[in-house]
């Protein structure tokens, strides 16, 4: 039987295919590209590559058992595959995770549970009075599937959870270190916006004149609608009551 032929994805470039090749690679270096976590210009910077900068950060502890396992993967993330000398930096992470109940059934339970993780971190120097550097945030939006009758399994997926959403917090957080250490630059902060209220009709009004209005969280949902008790994740707000409603005339 004669040989089949190697498809065009096997064999090697030649001719054009190969300068065309060599042409993007040209272009590429030519538009300034350099890894991140690389050597700018192929050289030593006064302070140490990236990496080395990383290592030199000290990660704060941050309570609850969410934010141990938080703090364990920034560790991780920031002393790479050399020894930690956490000597230069202080990273200080203010984090937490709002559970939203979505999938509401006829008999009040939900087949589906969504997780938004909020964390702002600041970073300081290592001195007998420590100066804030830079600081940013970082979000994450991850879910699991409710199993009811599966209690050990239930509990099993919520763990699972916390400890994803844990893992791509701080995944987000060392890459925004790791540009803020290459250009110096702080990270873009949203100006808060005009966010809408919805009439909430599970609310008495206090007069003819005053309609209660509840206000939407952060994904532009009021909290009445997927069944959390509040519109602010991080908690109530100053004199907005727990259900987030407000009077407004």
Request: glycine share 10%; aromatic share 6%.
């Amino acid at each position: 039987m004669p040989a089949l032929p190697l498809s065009t994805s096997c064999r090697r470039p030649r001719g054009p295919c190969r300068a065309m090749l060599l042409a993007m690679v040209t272009m590429l270096g030519g538009c300034g590209f350099q890894p991140l976590y690389g050597t700018p210009g192929g050289g030593d910077t006064a302070s140490g590559t990236i990496p080395d900068q990383l290592r030199q950060v000290y990660v704060a502890s941050i309570p609850e058992r969410y934010g141990q396992e938080l703090r364990l993967f920034l560790q991780q993330n920031l002393a790479g595959a050399g020894q930690e000398d956490p000597t230069g930096y202080t990273l200080r992470v203010s984090s937490y995770v709002m559970n939203e109940a979505i999938d509401i059934h006829s008999d009040n339970t939900t087949g589906r549970t969504r997780a938004s993780a909020h964390a702002h971190w600041m970073l300081y120097t290592v001195a007998p009075v420590p100066a804030l550097l830079t600081q940013g945030d970082a979000q994450v939006i991850d879910g699991e599937n409710e199993t009811f009758e599966q209690y050990f399994a239930q509990n099993l997926n919520q763990a699972t959870l916390a400890r994803r959403v844990a893992q791509a917090v701080a995944d987000r957080l060392t890459q925004q270190l790791a540009i803020w250490f290459r250009t110096r630059a702080a990270p873009a902060r949203h100006a808060a916006m005009p966010q809408a209220t919805y009439v909430d009709p599970n609310v008495m009004p206090n007069s003819s004149t005053e309609i209660p209005r509840q206000a939407v969280g952060e994904d532009g949902m009021p909290g009445m609608a997927i069944g959390r008790s509040s519109p602010d994740p991080s908690g109530t707000a100053g004199g907005v009551p727990a259900n987030g409603t407000v009077n407004s005339q």
